[in-house]
T-cell receptor
Framework: SAVISQKPSRDICQRGTSLTIQCQVDSQVTMMFWYRQQPGQSLTLIATANQGSEATYESGFVIDKFPISRPNLTFSTLTVSNMSPEDSSIYLC????????????FGPGTRLTVL | SQQGEEDPQALSIQEGENATMNCSYKTSINNLQWYRQNSGRGLVHLILIRSNEREKHSGRLRVTLDTSKKSSSLLITASRAADTASYFCAPSSGNTPLVFGKGTRLSVIA
């Protein structure tokens, strides 16, 4: 199974600022995803991070608010821009196989609190 | 994408008892995965069961899949306090990222 690390593990930020979350995988993976889990809620897919091209965003999420980079097959970043208290969530990086037929693994998450 | 629906939403049992959680889904799948999430942490992958499999075991975990009923179950035997967590199922048709339901919140009381 893939070993995924995220930085930071948690942060407390002021509204109006931005935070970049890093996701590092110990092996090359085809598919990388970013999810959000708001307090008391289930996970919601933000976007698929595509290597070498723009991320594919789900309905309700836009690039200006959540810019994503994926410079290679082991690393991705998610930025939460111009934060508000509603952005307080756990943000999770996830990796999977190209055909979606094998396991999808998750990182430990980044707990973000916006004041 | 399709989302699994876990049942019950919450389950409370005594340590040593077995815990059973169910998952239903709507359309045909290639596989179904179960995850555990301890409070405020990431998701831990428990088991993947493929559509041509009916049962799978991993330690104290037993997962069944009934594709005719579009349902799966997760059985945790001889539960421990450390099993206290939320459990999610994620059915996959093999062409989109996983989508998650509300999960089952399991409390194991010592």
């Amino acid at each position: 199974s893939a070993v995924i690390s995220q930085k930071p593990s948690r942060d407390i930020c002021q509204r109006g600022t931005s935070l970049t979350i890093q996701c590092q995988v110990d092996s090359q993976v085809t598919m990388m995803f970013w999810y959000r889990q708001q307090p008391g809620q289930s996970l919601t897919l933000i976007a698929t991070a595509n290597q070498g091209s723009e991320a594919t965003y789900e309905s309700g999420f836009v690039i200006d608010k959540f810019p994503i980079s994926r410079p290679n097959l082991t690393f991705s970043t998610l930025t939460v821009s111009n934060m508000s208290p509603e952005d307080s969530s756990i943000y999770l990086c996830s990796v999977g196989a190209l055909d979606y037929l094998d396991e999808q693994f998750f990182g430990p998450g980044t707990r973000l609190t916006v004041l | 994408s399709q989302q699994g629906e876990e049942d019950p939403q919450a389950l409370s049992i005594q340590e040593g008892e077995n815990a059973t959680m169910n998952c239903s889904y709507k359309t045909s799948i290639n596989n179904l995965q179960w995850y555990r999430q301890n409070s405020g942490r990431g998701l831990v992958h428990l088991i993947l069961i493929r559509s041509n499999e009916r049962e799978k075991h991993s330690g104290r975990l037993r997962v069944t899949l009934d594709t005719s009923k579009k349902s799966s179950s997760l059985l945790i035997t001889a539960s421990r306090a450390a099993d206290t967590a939320s459990y999610f199922c994620a059915p996959s048709s093999g062409n989109t990222p996983l989508v998650f339901g509300k999960g089952t919140r399991l409390s194991v009381i010592a």
